[in-house]
C-alpha cells in the first residue's frame, strides 16, 4: 500500500475508531469482544482500502454488523469456572437509581436475539433510518421494522419484570 493510503487509513482509524469501537461493544455487551470485532474488521478494510470508495465509515460498520451475525451463527463456547461453592451475591445499596436502571437496561440488552440488538443499536444508538439499517443487515425495512418492535417489546417486558424484583415501583 502507498504511503499516502497508510496515512489516510491511519487517520480514519484515528478520527472514527472510537465510534466503531462504541457500536461493536453494544452489539457483543463485551469490551475485548468488541475490540476483537473492531480489530478483524479494520483488518480487513485495510487490505480493501485501495478499493474503498465512498463513505469509509459505513464499509467498517457493515463488516462489523457482518462479522458479528457470523460469529452468532456460530456455536458458543463459554469459559466457565466450577466452584464448590457458589459466593452470594453482593448487595450493594449505595448504587443510585440510575446506576441500578443502567445496568438493569444492559443485561436487558444483552439476553435480546443478536439480530433484534443489531436493529436496536443500529436504529437508536446509531440513529439510522429502517431503509440504512435494512441495507446494512441486507433484509428488508419490513423485518428491521418487526424485529426493532419485538425488541423493544421484550426490553420492556424485560426490564419491568426486573424492576419488580428489584422492588422497584416503575
Not at 475490540?35 to 465509515?57: N, S, T
Not at 459505513?58 to 457470523?70: G, H, L, T
Request: hydrophobic share 40%; net charge positive.
Amino acid at each position: 500500500m502507498r504511503q499516502s493510503l497508510e496515512d489516510e487509513f491511519t487517520a480514519f482509524v484515528a478520527a472514527r475508531g472510537q465510534s466503531l469501537l462504541r457500536i461493536a461493544h453494544a452489539l457483543t455487551g463485551d469490551p475485548d469482544a468488541a475490540q476483537d470485532l473492531v480489530q478483524g474488521a479494520l483488518a480487513k478494510a485495510y487490505a480493501r482500502w485501495p478499493r474503498i470508495h465512498g463513505d469509509a465509515e459505513a464499509y467498517v460498520r457493515k463488516i462489523i454488523y457482518n462479522d458479528r451475525v457470523s460469529a452468532w451463527r456460530r456455536p458458543v463456547r463459554r469459559n466457565e469456572v466450577s466452584v464448590a461453592d457458589v459466593p452470594e451475591p453482593a448487595v450493594d445499596n449505595r448504587h443510585d437509581q440510575a446506576v441500578t436502571d443502567r445496568i438493569t437496561v444492559r443485561e436487558a440488552l444483552l439476553s435480546l436475539p443478536t439480530r433484534q440488538r443489531a436493529v436496536l443499536v443500529m436504529r437508536y444508538l446509531e440513529d439510522r433510518s429502517v431503509e440504512e439499517t435494512a441495507e446494512m443487515l441486507g433484509c428488508r425495512p419490513g423485518t428491521v421494522a418487526s424485529q426493532a418492535s419485538r425488541a423493544l417489546d421484550k426490553l420492556r417486558a424485560l426490564v419491568g419484570d426486573q424492576r419488580v424484583a428489584m422492588g422497584g415501583t416503575r
